[in-house]
């Protein structure tokens, strides 16, 4: 019987270091500063360096000489100086919501540094998306059909990609709840979308590959 692949995050064998800054030293490091700052806030205290922000993403794509777009996830930290940052910068906003692609609009998103994946794509939010061409990631045959109807009654084409998973890792087939398989996704895209087809109103501008987890092994 052959034992089932070890889980893990991160490196196996050293971890995952965190890249720390002088900043981050000098402020551990003055206690007087941080004791003012609980009790002014309260516990626990989430404390912002925006010039960190796109500094340590550089460092690692630029090392390996990697072509990139990050798109910063709006729902980890609903920050609007960490969005605002994220503009100035070059780099992109994963929304899941209404909510969120609603302020990202506002803070000065559009359909180049946007992107909408919620998990449950409402009738709402689908046509927010096509309304500012923010590309739409869809994750089943309900999402296309409601997405060509939306595209349909606006009578706007939708930019989608499609989210992919079912990877296999070690002989093993990695389930996720979110996308289309990765065995199926290329004959229904060939069948199912485009001119002359079920959901011609979808224009496919990429793919989104997902991981239902952290490990660096299965990535």
Known sequence: MKA??????GN???GLTPITSDWMHELFDDQTVLRGLIEKHGSPINIHHLPSF???????????GLKYRIFYAHKVN????LEKQAFASGIG?????????EQSLSLGGNGENLVLTSAIKTEEQIELGIR????IILDNEDECALTQAVASRIDR????????????????KLYSKFGFDVDKVVDFIASYVGDNNSYDELNVIGLHF?????????A
Not at 54 to 64: A, I, R
């Open 4 to 9: 089932k692949s070890m889980y893990y995050k």
């Open 12 to 14: 196996p064998e050293q």
């Open 54 to 64: 796109n500094e340590n993403y550089k460092q690692l794509f630029d090392s390996y």
């Open 78 to 81: 609903k920050s609007k100086g």
């Open 93 to 101: 906003v994963d929304t899941a919501s209404s909510k969120e692609l």
């Open 132 to 135: 500012n061409k923010v590309p």
């Open 157 to 172: 084409k939708a930019a989608v990609g499609f989210r992919i998973s079912g990877f296999e890792v070690d002989g093993e």
């Open 210 to 218: 997902h991981l239902d987890g952290y490990s660096t092994c299965q």
